[in-house]
């Protein structure tokens, strides 16, 4: 049975730091992500993870966050360094075998149940 598990939100201030994990079970998966949603707003792509090393991010938190896996422990990993109030928002772990543009939500099959970012300024 597929499971991905999110751990690691919080609120933090403006400028703050915090480091979202992703625990995986049932398969081995090609594709993995982060997603967002903000209240009112479309779920979007945040950044994805192929294999080991190749990445892709948003515009808007290029050079802020990193996305990271450790295949041994079936974890995937987000590092999100100068939080903004804009990426406040529940956050999503998904997971995929055949994605055709990676940060699209609608090519993941698998997803977490969210946790929860909040940014105050």
């Known amino acids: 049975q597929v499971q991905l598990v999110e751990s690691g939100g919080g609120s933090v201030q403006a400028g703050g730091s915090l480091r979202l994990s992703c625990a995986a079970s049932?398969?081995?998966?090609?594709?993995m992500g982060w997603f967002r949603q903000a209240p009112g707003k479309e779920r979007e792509g945040v950044a994805a993870?192929?294999?080991?090393?190749?990445?892709f991010y948003a515009d808007s938190v290029k050079g802020r966050f990193t996305i990271s896996r450790d295949n041994a422990k079936d974890t995937l990993y987000l590092q999100m360094n100068s939080l903004k109030p804009e990426d406040t928002g529940v956050y999503y772990c998904?997971?995929?075998?055949?994605?055709?543009?990676?940060?699209?939500?609608?090519?993941?099959?698998?997803w977490g149940q969210g946790t929860q970012v909040t940014v105050s300024s």
């Open positions: 998904a997971a995929g075998q055949r994605v055709a543009r990676a940060l699209r939500p609608s090519d993941y099959n698998y």
């Open positions: 049932g398969s081995t998966y090609i594709y």
């Open positions: 993870i192929i294999n080991r090393d190749r990445t």
